[in-house]
């Protein structure tokens, strides 16, 4: 062996030798800090403690992900980003093309991920042809939650259109119960908001307009229905829902305190951790309308020296992708598994729901990403639409006004 190949030979060696002995550390920053969501990331932290992993948490409270995202950008201006970072949707490209996500194709590759994720979920995953990010879950954003002992009292079913809903909604306020449990903060807002969306809009409508941010769909008369449900639903709110937290509105839901929410399915994670059944305690259902609002938590690994923390990125990225992590976590968090080849046995009714609904929504083309969780858009986009949503909500703005500024707030954020 001539010495340039020998020196190669031993180099080698020394790295495969140091990143095997090197003891697997993350910094993980997350907004999992729920009743549910605590639970459900805990099972990451026993996995990737059980595998020699050392984990340092670093939790942002804010659902939704905003604050999370703005400790983000502080930590990684400073020169020193997390080891590993919820991120989501096209923010994972976004942080790519910045030159601050690591590639785990590798991982990915070795752990066969192209054979086990639908290609609808691999594909926000990738960057510029290289894996930049690993899927936990997929969320679906239509649902509307009940309390199933104030629906039977009422002698009220869940909703099928939204005018069902209306008519539920009064009844319910005429009987003294606050009918719609929500929390007044920017997300929520575009939480309703989209599931409104979707249902009047219809799939293709609102492709048009949250994804392809096409003016005619952004200023159709649809549209302006939509902002019209939302004046209609910001009446069956309470008095006090400025600012608070969604799992507080999901605990009015459980507490008998309120009847429905319109929430993802993180909500669930809410009432199972509180001990809660599904038909029996609370009841699930698709906001009225056809289609599915996926959103699918990953985790994506950012640029950082050392060995120690490489191979905890790599040990992390195999965890997450896991088939039996995929499932236990997913029984806590709400949400379905991403993974393909995950048995759902032991998931309940509503869960089913969703990958019945998941499957068949792919198949007629109405499988849609979630502009409200950063699925469909870029930052600035959903932003600005964000922006005008809950300014319509919080104030008397008519619709057709509503309109007018959602036109002007996409074109100006181009
Ligand atoms: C979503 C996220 C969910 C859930 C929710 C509330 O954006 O995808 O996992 O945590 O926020 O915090």
């Not at 309470?238 to 937290?245: A, E, K, L």
């Given at each position: 062996m001539n010495k340039p190949a020998f020196a190669a030979v031993v180099a080698a060696a020394f790295v495969s030798a140091s990143s095997a002995f090197a003891e697997p550390q993350a910094e993980v920053l997350h907004w999992w800090t729920s009743g549910g969501e605590a639970k459900s990331v805990a099972v990451l932290q026993q996995e990737f403690a059980a595998n020699g992993g050392t984990w340092t948490d670093m939790p942002v409270a804010g659902g939704g992900g905003d604050a999370a995202m703005t400790a983000l950008r502080a930590r990684v201006l400073s020169g020193n980003a997390p080891t590993a970072v919820q991120l989501k949707g096209p923010a994972i490209q976004e942080w790519y093309e910045e030159g601050a996500l690591a590639d785990i194709s590798a991982v990915a590759e070795a752990e066969g991920w192209a054979n086990v994720l639908p290609a609808s979920i691999a594909g926000h995953m990738q960057c510029e042809g290289a894996w930049c990010a690993a899927p936990v879950n997929v969320h679906r954003v239509d649902w509307i939650w009940a309390n199933a002992d104030i629906l039977t009292a009422n002698g009220i079913a869940m909703p099928g259109t939204w005018d069902e809903f209306n008519a539920a909604a009064e009844k319910l306020q005429a009987a003294g119960i606050v009918p719609l449990a929500h929390g007044g903060q920017a997300w929520q807002d575009a939480t309703v908001f989209e599931a409104v969306a979707l249902g009047i809009l219809g799939a293709d409508g609102f492709r048009k307009a949250f994804v392809e941010l096409d003016e005619n769909a952004l200023t159709s008369d649809a549209m302006v229905a939509v902002f019209d449900q939302m004046r209609t639903m910001r009446g069956y709110v309470?008095?006090?829902?400025?600012?608070?937290?969604w799992n507080l509105a999901t605990a009015m839901v459980m507490n008998g305190e309120a009847a429905f929410q319109i929430m993802g399915d993180w909500a669930k994670g809410e009432f199972l951790a509180a001990g809660k059944a599904p038909g029996v305690d609370f009841l699930c259902a698709s906001t009225p309308g056809d289609g599915f609002l996926y959103n699918v938590d990953s985790f994506a690994m950012f640029n950082v020296d050392g060995e120690d923390k490489r191979a905890g990125q790599a040990l992390l990225a195999k965890l997450i992708v896991g088939k039996n992590f995929q499932k236990v976590f997913n029984l806590n968090k709400g949400s379905i598994p991403a993974?393909?080849?995950?048995?759902?046995?032991?998931?309940?009714s509503c869960a089913h729901l969703s990958a019945r609904d998941m499957a068949a929504s792919s198949e007629s083309g109405s499988l849609l990403p979630s502009y409200a969780h950063g699925m469909a858009l870029r930052g600035a986009q959903s932003g600005a639409i964000t922006d005008v949503v809950t300014a319509h909500f919080n104030s008397d703005m008519s619709s057709a006004d509503a309109v007018k500024m959602l036109a002007e707030a996409i074109a100006n954020s181009m």
């Open positions: 309470d008095r006090n829902f400025s600012g608070r937290d993974r393909t080849d995950v048995a759902l046995d032991e998931f309940d």
